[in-house]
């Protein structure tokens, strides 16, 4: 039954229009009443209750994703007798079809950032347990959003219906030129299958027809037109990039997408100069004025809030604004321009103080170790590599302006951090003075979210974790031990823990577990070993982060968008921090005196893209967040995501983005100045956390 506009399903989503429809049901654009906002729902026939079970299923996994190139699923649900429904994000916007169709084929340049956003999707979604195929890329299915942002849009669950179609005799199979070859035959679908519909998108995008066939060609009946015949400019490793996409057979294709992303990567860096200025795809350097009228507001707003900052209290010892009074008309003038162009606010927290281009780093950072109580288990044993005892000097290498108070991290030199170099999730340390990095954790089922202990002795973690995700079924908290890589588990919950958060006094870690398949914030402790419930099981919490004095939690509440929120260690006095209207706030994490909270916040309504965005405490219920973007970067705005502060506050760490690369980890002399990139890496690098 096709629903008509105006219908309000569930009593809560009021159908707009259609969007599409074909032989496997109908999608919809509707308003969720609820929460005012533009979703998007696909309607599948109610076959029976198998296939009921099955969508739910794929819907739960769905829902878990969280990818900037990837449109999110926000609910699942089935009336029986009359459909099985899915509601996502809706990107406003042109699909690649209808961009093409309008504005023609694409220029080299941008077809090469269309390519590679969504290898980057597909890394992501490859390197699920067990991996999800797409097994539908075509131009119709990539939309470019009104921030330039590269969305994959309707990923599919129901993979036996899809291979029952391949099957299939009818024309609108037959003629579909996306398709890989393998699925007219009885080989099966595999990651190399979505490798294919991209180069088949890509052709397209760049020579303004579709490839021909795949089933023609493999029986013979037709040959893949020179992609260089439709546009004889094209460069040799561009083409080359698409034509080994879209080879008949698996083996001769890129292998993953990483590689096909590597070759994308080559190319593009090959370009002429001219050629990689040839791109529309530019309004990236506008998403912090246009992503909300909220942050407009922000702007106007930001310069009051230095003055706030200075008047709450005495300047600490390590308090950065004792600097400002002796820089301010320094300062004033050489920020002015600046200032007019983005929120200053958190200026006034940070020192404003030169020192010379050549800065002494003491990487010896020895700590006393202490018995820690654990379960007795057999412990899993973990080669570590002890850190250099060694002086470093660290040369500045951007000249002009060297905000840098202390040294990197200010005196924690090293980060702990998630990195998928091995293949799957693992604990990385790196020096960030030397920027040498050692494998920690080298578990068969993966490790990640890693917590330092306040002795530094310790980190836990969590695992299996075999991917990034927002959550993790089945999963448990881990501790390892630094210096001799035995690795305990804490006692497990029935669903699964993740989110591990140490105390600041070392006796507890806060934690998301799962209960009822539903987030909820919980404690243990250390000694004792005895889990504490904080959540009442109202909505769905978690990601929680200590106050530096331990005495509150913040952490991130969902109630139809993620909000920050607080606590007191014992679940009560809870209220809420950020008051952002429908865009999404998550991964707190908290200022080294507890005077602000950091936080990653989207782009825009249901965007999946983040910067990091910071709020004073004594500004609680109030829209007074402060967007923190790398200085000199006004050219670009980058995503930024999973922050945490230096133990002297001077310093922060965070996932960056650059335009088409995937996660490598960088610091920053906060707020807004000395970017620095710790690793590159082909492989995704995340979650960094400073050590004490």
């Not at 190399?192 to 760049?206: E, H, M, P, Q």
């Not at 600097?323 to 404003?352: E, S």
């Amino acid at each position: 039954m096709t629903l008509k506009n105006g219908y309000l399903l569930r009593d809560r989503y009021r159908i707009l229009d259609i969007l599409g429809q074909g032989a496997i049901g109908v999608i919809y654009r509707a308003v969720d009443e609820k929460l005012d906002i533009s979703v998007v729902i696909k309607e599948r026939a109610y076959r029976s209750e198998d296939d009921a079970q099955h969508f739910q299923r794929g819907a739960r996994v769905l829902a878990s994703l969280r990818h900037p190139n990837i449109a999110r699923v926000y609910n699942y649900f089935l009336i029986e007798g009359q459909g099985l429904y899915l509601v996502g994000e809706y990107i406003e916007g042109q699909d690649l079809r209808q961009w093409l169709s309008e504005a023609g084929e694409l220029t080299e340049m941008e077809a090469l950032q269309v390519g590679i956003a969504i290898c980057n999707a597909l890394i992501y979604l490859h390197s699920q347990d067990p991996p999800i195929l797409h097994n539908g890329i075509a131009p119709k299915n990539i939309k470019i959003s009104p921030f330039d942002e590269i969305m994959l849009l309707d990923l599919g669950i129901d993979d036996d219906y899809l291979q029952s179609q391949c099957k299939s005799t009818s024309t609108q199979v037959k003629n579909h030129r996306f398709i890989a070859p393998e699925c007219f035959s009885d080989e099966g679908l595999d990651q190399r299958s979505d490798i294919f519909s991209l180069g088949g998108t890509l052709y397209t995008a760049l020579g303004g027809y579709p490839p021909e066939n795949s089933r023609e060609r493999a029986l013979g009946k037709a040959q893949l037109s020179p992609l260089l015949g439709y546009q004889p400019g094209l460069t040799r490793l561009t083409v080359k990039a698409v034509k080994t996409a879209l080879n008949l057979r698996c083996e001769d294709r890129w292998q993953s997408a990483a590689e096909m992303k590597a070759a994308l990567i080559t190319a593009r860096n090959a370009l002429p100069a001219d050629k990689q200025k040839d791109t529309r795809l530019t309004s990236l350097d506008q998403m912090s004025t246009s992503a909300s009228s909220s942050r407009k507001e922000l702007k106007k707003q930001g310069a009051s809030l230095i003055d706030r900052i200075k008047s709450k209290k005495p300047f600490s010892k390590r308090d950065p604004g004792r600097y400002i009074f002796a820089t301010v008309i320094v300062v004033l003038g050489a920020l002015l321009g600046f200032t007019l162009l983005r929120p200053q606010g958190l200026h006034g927290l940070i020192t404003i103080d030169p020192q010379p281009t050549t800065m002494q780093i003491d990487v010896d950072h020895q700590n006393e170790m202490v018995a820690l109580p654990l379960p007795t288990a057999e412990p899993i044993i973990v080669n570590t590599v002890a850190p250099p005892n060694e002086e470093i000097i660290l040369t500045e290498t951007e000249p002009g302006f060297d905000p840098a108070p202390t040294s990197i991290g200010g005196g924690a030199r090293l980060l702990a951090f998630v990195s998928e170099r091995s293949g799957i999730p693992q604990i990385w340390l790196i020096d960030v003075s030397s920027k040498e990095t050692t494998q920690l954790t080298d578990l068969d089922d993966g490790a990640c979210q890693p917590d330092w202990s306040p002795s530094g002795e310790h980190i836990v973690f969590t695992s299996p974790c075999m991917s990034k995700r927002a959550s993790y079924p089945g999963s448990r908290l881990m501790i390892i031990d630094i210096a001799s890589g035995e690795i305990h588990s804490l006692p497990p919950s029935l669903e699964g823990d993740f989110d591990p958060a140490w105390s600041p006094d070392g006796e507890w870690i806060a934690y998301t577990t799962l209960i009822n398949k539903r987030e909820q914030l919980a404690k243990i402790n250390i000694n004792e070993l005895k889990p504490l419930r904080l959540s009442d099981g109202s909505y769905r919490d978690s990601s929680p982060a200590w106050s530096p004095d331990g005495t509150q939690l913040a952490f991130v509440r969902n109630r139809g968008v993620d909000q920050i929120w607080l606590m007191d260690p014992n679940g009560k006095n809870q209220v809420q921090f950020t008051r952002s209207g429908r865009i999404d706030n998550t991964n707190p994490t908290w200022y080294y005196d507890g005077s602000l909270i950091l936080f990653s916040q989207s782009f825009g309504e249901g965007s999946a893209s983040k910067q990091i965005y910071g709020m004073r405490v004594e500004d609680i219920g109030h829209a007074l967040e402060n967007n923190i973007i790398p200085m000199m970067k006004l050219d670009y705005i980058p995503l930024m995501d999973h922050v945490d502060v230096s133990p002297d506050g001077y310093w922060l760490a965070f996932e960056y983005w650059y335009f088409n690369i995937l996660e490598d980890i960088y610091v920053m002399s906060f707020p807004s100045a000395n970017l620095i990139q710790l690793t590159d890496h082909p492989g995704p690098d995340y979650h960094p956390v400073w050590s004490p």
